[in-house]
């Protein structure tokens, strides 16, 4: 598979760590940076290149890595055909990609140690998306895009 990979300053040590070992699988690994922990960038200008990256077709997943994960998650979720989702442990890489269909993985160089980083990639690389009842949840998350300004009163929304 290729796999775009982009992390900001506070994630480039696992980010490093994570494409050796994608590419030690075998993939083809296409880095959007940073390119050392000096380099400080604002998470959602690397997020929004791989999730562009991504959802134009010409990656099969993203990986993303900050401080946290969360904001590499939430702007990558703005671009339309992305469901990034947001890591902590091997349990939640292969739900994210069975039920979610998840096509960017997002984790957190503080919150998570590499070593598991490391497990949850191997999970999120080698689970396939479950399909039948997933697959209409999942149906009804991507059309959500077609609406996404849309609010809603408390009598319209109950
Ligand atoms: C950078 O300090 C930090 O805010 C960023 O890496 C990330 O955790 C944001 O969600």
Redesign the pocket.
Known sequence: MRIAIGS?H??FAAKQAVAAKVAAMGHEIIDFGVESSEQRVD?PDIALKVARFVAGGNADRGILV???G???SITANKVRGIRAALCHDEFTARMAREHNDANILAM?E?TTAIPAMLRIVDTFMHTDFGGERHAARVKKMMDAEEDSGRCCTWADCK
């Open positions: 900001d506070a994630g998470y900050c401080g946290t969360i904001g590499m957190g503080r």
